[in-house]
């Protein structure tokens, strides 16, 4: 049946889980229609290092996505996390002399791993986003982005931030380090499996060990046929701890380099899988010295409850962002009459007001 709205889909493709929101603009705002999740294998640290996997992966978390939404997935919008993004401020000028810039000009400078798994998984890539970007489009509000605030998206394999000031983006960054070191010390202090400790990390841990519970105890799993053993809460916690404080004072660290430590009068914003974990918003405010607050994805409507976690602010965003770029697509069906020239001239107008 065709469908009377446009249709986005966010693909965020993280270390640890591939993650695909369907959404569409209905009478009552954009309304969540179909939800997919699937195990991702293929990443290291937010960048792919086999396609293989990480083809499948995408394969199944579009198809989980496809039954609850009712539709057939054909494009989406991509994010992109890995340690390799970076953000600079800079002013560019370029020229092109006796030729215009072809398509496959484009293509050139898109064509990488990520985009490549899309395609092996009969999707076209409509637009790729850095992950702290679309996070930020998912879960902060206008006032945070004046007044000054820094997004901080703990996931799995990387931990992004995007720091707000004026409106305006003023740093970006992406750090090598996230939930799954916390898991990683988790398994070797209490020689248990990865998956054990992941387990014992999303229902019994904590980042603040003087809140965890010392006379409660957790079954810890075994290797290699060993019996199980027990331990308390807290001491699950003060494994926890540490790392995370660890993590945090790299932000910290990254966002006074950049000098916009003075500017984060809405504080701290945390988002992201990793932020889930409880205690982390005060530890937060103790390693930053400054008010902070969980994001959850804004503005919503359908499957809200679903999607109401810190874990989909990145796909989220990724429609939202899809949703805005379908209605400048729309809006600018003319520009094909134009000449090359005034295209480009029309593109640069277009990202200044979008970002400043």
């Known amino acids: 049946m065709a469908r009377r709205n446009p249709l986005v889909v966010g693909l965020d493709v993280g270390t640890f889980k591939v993650g695909v929101v369907v959404a569409e603009v209905g009478d009552h705002g954009i309304e969540i229609t179909g939800i997919g999740t699937q195990a991702s294998t293929g990443l290291k640290k937010g960048t792919v290092v086999n396609i293989d996997a990480t ?4 394969r199944k978390a579009v198809e989980e996505a496809e039954l609850m939404a009712g539709c057939e997935i054909r494009s989406v919008v991509a994010g992109s996390a890995g340690s390799h993004i970076k953000g600079f401020n800079s002013h560019g000028v370029v020229a092109v002399k ?26 076209h890539v409509q637009d790729v986003l850095g992950s702290p970007l679309a996070a930020a489009e998912a879960v902060l509000t206008p006032e945070e982005r004046e007044l000054g605030v820094a997004l901080v998206e703990i996931g799995a394999g990387t931990t992004s931030m995007v ?3 004026g409106g305006s983006i003023q740093h970006t960054a992406v750090l090598p380090v996230g939930g799954g070191h916390v898991t990683n010390d988790l398994a070797a202090a209490l020689r248990t ?5 992941e387990r014992l990390k999303q229902r019994c841990g904590s980042a603040l060990a003087l809140s965890a519970a010392a006379d409660l105890s957790v079954e810890v799993a075994g290797i290699g046929g ?7 809460q807290r ?26 430590a003075g500017h984060l009068t809405s504080g701290i914003v945390l988002t992201g899988g990793g932020a889930v974990l409880g205690g982390m918003t005060e530890l937060a405010e103790r390693v930053f010295r400054a008010p902070a607050r969980l994001g959850l994805p804004l503005h919503l409507s359908g499957l809200v409850d679903v999607v109401a976690s810190p874990m989909y602010s990145t796909a989220v965003g990724l429609v939202l962002h899809g949703l805005k770029r379908h209605g400048r697509t729309t809006a600018q069906e003319d520009w094909s009459g134009l000449s090359p020239l005034e295209r480009a001239r029309h593109r640069v107008v277009s990202w200044l007001r979008e970002f400043f």
């Open 55 to 58: 083809v499948e992966a995408i």
């Open 98 to 123: 006796s030729r215009e810039v072809a398509q496959g000009d484009v293509d050139r400078v898109h064509e990488q791993n990520l985009v490549k798994c899309c395609n092996r998984a009969g999707l």
């Open 163 to 165: 720091v707000f000031h």
């Open 193 to 197: 499996p990865f998956a054990e400790a």
């Open 226 to 232: 060993r019996p199980p053993h027990k331990l308390s």
């Open 235 to 260: 001491a699950l916690a003060e494994v926890i701890e540490p790392r995370c404080e660890e993590v945090l004072a790299l932000v910290r660290s990254e966002i006074e380099r950049a000098g916009m």
